[in-house]
Nanobody
């Protein structure tokens, strides 16, 4: 079982940049690491994921603006957000996911970090 903690949220103007970090309490080698967000009045949605093989996947709304990366040696994952828009305002959550043959998928979530983009 792994615990994850996000840092780096804050207030930024539209068009600006912000970097989020997520630190894990244990090795992330076996996990797909991801960033999700939940905006005001919205459901939680996937922003970006990076598999343990380093394959990235992004939501269409953030492609070419956000970059997710992982450092297995440091047990961290980052999200670089550029060209931020007001609709990016949300609580951003770090996620570690692993799927076992017998017990299925297990998800571990951080407490979230708030990003506010002012227009």
């Amino acid at each position: 079982q792994v615990q994850v903690v996000e840092t780096g949220g804050g207030l930024v103007q539209a068009g600006g940049s912000l970097a989020l970090s997520c630190a894990a309490s244990a090795s992330i080698d076996m996990y797909t690491m991801g960033w999700y967000r939940q905006g005001p009045g919205k459901q939680r949605e996937m922003v970006a994921t990076v598999t343990r093989d380093g394959i990235s996947n992004y939501a269409d709304s953030v492609k070419s603006r956000f970059t997710a990366s992982r450092d297995n040696a440091k047990n961290t994952v980052s999200l670089q957000m550029n060209s931020l828009k007001s609709e990016d305002t949300a609580v951003y959550y770090c996620n570690a996911a692993v799927e076992y043959l017998l017990t299925g998928r297990h998800d571990y979530w951080g407490q979230g970090t708030l990003v506010i983009v002012s227009s």
